[in-house]
């Protein structure tokens, strides 16, 4: 089935360091989304990236999806203390019946060094 | 805000057990997922229903089943417990129909251990 392969599985900064996690597919993905997961928490939704080579940004949070749409990448400018969690990419291979699955990566977490 | 409530926050249980895990959301979304989430593995997809009544099995679905009786609860249930099950399990909600908006909305997870 559909894989998604996110890279690197650790990586801890010092603050005000950049951060880049990093996410890959075999196949096509028709959109791919990201979250954010706190220590102790559950994912929260941050963005989704549609079209090809589409770039957004979140203040700090620069999210592309490449141009063959089977890569994406999360990059994080000066990271902050309240940057600390996992990240994970989550992609749509298909649509069924109006449920949208979502495969998602293995995850990145982030710790930081104040 | 899109609430999602899960039954419990932790449970113990024993091998063999019954288990029921429930999911309750109140803003009227169609679909439903159960996921479990285990370190390096990030989140696996275990059933999901985009309707009442309806299920679908997802990349994981051995020694799983669900119900979905009502629109807004999703039950996860495990025929019988065994220790490879030990897991934090959390639920999720989304807007159905195809539309490219569709956030995954989740509850707070069960960490459900068993001995």
């Known amino acids: 089935g559909q894989q998604v392969m996110q890279i690197p599985q650790y990586q801890h900064v010092q603050e005000g360091e950049d951060f880049t996690t990093y996410c890959n597919s075999s196949t096509t993905l028709s959109n791919i989304q990201w979250y954010k997961q706190r220590p102790g928490g559950h994912p929260v939704f941050l963005i989704q990236l549609v079209k090809s080579g589409e770039v957004k940004k979140q203040k700090r949070l620069t999210f592309q999806f490449g141009e063959a749409k089977k890569n994406s990448s999360l990059h994080i400018t000066a990271t902050q203390t309240t940057d600390v969690g996992t990240y994970f990419c989550?992609?749509?291979?298909?649509?069924?019946?109006?449920?949208?699955?979502?495969?998602f990566g293995q995850g990145t977490r982030l710790t930081i060094n104040p | 805000d899109v609430k999602v409530t899960q039954s419990s926050r932790y449970l113990v249980k024993r091998t063999g057990e019954k288990v029921f895990l429930e999911c309750v959301q109140d803003?009227?979304?169609?679909?439903m997922f159960w996921y479990r989430q285990d370190p390096g593995l990030g989140l696996r997809l275990i059933y999901f229903s985009y309707d009442v009544k309806m299920k679908e099995k997802g990349d994981i679905p051995e020694g799983y089943s669900v119900s979905r009786e009502k629109k807004e609860r999703f039950s996860l249930i495990l025929e019988s417990a065994s220790t490879n099950q030990t897991s934090m399990y959390l639920c999720?909600?989304?807007?159905?129909?195809?539309?490219?908006?569709?956030?995954?909305?989740f509850g707070p997870g069960t960490r459900l251990t068993v001995l």
């Open positions: 803003m009227d979304h169609e679909n």
């Open positions: 999720a909600t989304t807007i159905g129909g195809m539309r490219s908006y569709n956030e995954q909305f």
């Open positions: 989550a992609a749509s291979p298909e649509e069924i019946q109006g449920a949208q699955k979502l495969v």
